[in-house]
């Protein structure tokens, strides 16, 4: 099992381009989020999803649009990049139904805007 | 989901114990405690958790205590391998929302 794929590993953006991160997992998960990771500082969550066609806002969502059509695949949209969005995105997935299910994460997608 | 605290860093020596600490004093009686960890330029990766009981598993042991307001991931020998960032988080059965916060940033000193 390829576990959770993100693509792209990197990406240089100029400010006001626009671009999709995506995440891909093979392990039917229902739950799917995405988080950015700026230095010295902890993973902040920024959209979720419990299923295809549900999606909600977490603690840092504007700028970011997302949509689940799809069990397995949850982009990350940003419309027009600005460079407070230079970060590690990571993608993370799970089963529902139970405390005890684990995050299964990504690799990590590098965004650098200019 | 409820949040936890803990320290910013720790060290330890090389081939010894390690035990990591978390707060999490408004945790609900339905909540699992989890821990992760981040190795340099990776994702986060599943560590172990638990619900009351002490848990072992290959990579470390979770201690919780009693009364649940806090729990310790032991790792029994350090290695240079287990340099991370070691999160703590709270899960319960209908929570979707996970507060990270910093994590404690292990160094082992060889």
């Known amino acids: 099992n390829a576990g959770v794929t993100q693509t792209p590993k990197f990406q240089v953006l100029k400010t006001g381009q626009s671009m999709t991160l995506q995440c891909a997992q093979d392990?039917?998960?229902?739950?799917m989020s995405w988080y950015r990771q700026d230095p010295g500082m902890g993973l902040r969550l920024i959209h979720y999803?419990?299923?295809?066609?549900?999606?909600d806002q977490g603690e840092v969502p504007n700028g970011y649009n997302v949509s689940r059509s799809t069990t397995e695949d949850f982009p990350l949209r940003l419309l027009s990049a600005a460079p407070s969005q230079t970060s590690v995105y990571f993608c993370?997935?799970?089963?529902?139904?139970?405390?005890?299910?684990?995050?299964?994460f990504g690799a990590g997608s590098r965004l650098t805007v200019l | 989901d409820a949040k936890t605290t803990q320290p910013n860093s720790m060290e330890s020596n090389e081939e010894e114990p390690v035990h990591l600490p978390c707060n999490h004093s408004t945790i609900s009686g339905t909540d699992y405690i989890h821990w992760y960890r981040q190795l340099p330029s990776q994702g986060p990766e599943y560590v172990i958790h638990g619900l009351t009981s002490n848990v072992n598993n290959r990579m470390a042991s979770l201690a919780i205590a009693e009364d649940r307001k806090s729990s310790t991931l032991i790792l029994h020998r350090a290695t240079l391998r287990d340099a991370a960032v070691y999160y703590c988080i709270l899960r319960d059965l209908t929570g979707n929302q996970f507060y990270f916060g910093t994590g404690t940033s292990l160094t082992v000193i060889p």
């Open positions: 392990m039917n998960h229902e739950y």
């Open positions: 993370a997935s799970s089963y529902l139904g139970s405390g005890a299910n684990v995050l299964t």
């Open positions: 999803s419990v299923g295809a066609g549900i999606t």
